[in-house]
Nanobody, 119 residues
Framework: QVQLVESGGGLVQAGGSLRLSCAASGMIFSINDMGWYRQAPGKQRELVAVLPSGGSTNYADSVKGRFTISRDNANHMVDLQMNSLKPEDTAVYYC?????????????WGKGTLVTVSS
């Protein structure tokens, strides 16, 4: 049973910083892409940043220059450093990973962590 567990969300003032972490656990053979998505109230879930196992990072235009994604392959973790936060960054942030298990490759999601940026 594979699980993704996020941590690090919370309330921060505009201009502040937060760091989100996500840890994958279970019977994992390997992990392809690891990334972060977010869903603001009344909006669809959107990509924030994704980091493939062997490729280049992809960021949403709205977070370029402010957010940095990184991963620890040995420990199956992915982090999102968020700087210069804006009220429009308020959302539930979800970790996502493409994980190989005995059953093959599948996309897994965490339950989400709430980030609230006050103005």
């Amino acid at each position: 049973q594979v699980q993704l567990v996020e941590s690090g969300g919370g309330l921060v003032q505009a201009g502040g910083s937060l760091r989100l972490s996500c840890a994958a656990s279970g019977m994992i053979f390997s992990i392809n892409d690891m990334g972060w998505y977010r869903q603001a109230p009344g909006k669809q879930r959107e990509l924030v940043a994704v980091l493939p196992s062997g490729g280049s990072t992809n960021y949403a235009d709205s977070v370029k220059g402010r957010f940095t994604i990184s991963r620890d392959n040995a420990n199956h973790m992915v982090d999102l450093q968020m700087n210069s936060l804006k009220p429009e960054d308020t959302a539930v942030y979800y970790c996502n990973a493409g994980i190989f298990t005995v059953g093959g490759l599948r996309s897994y999601w965490g339950k989400g962590t709430l980030v609230t940026v006050s103005s």
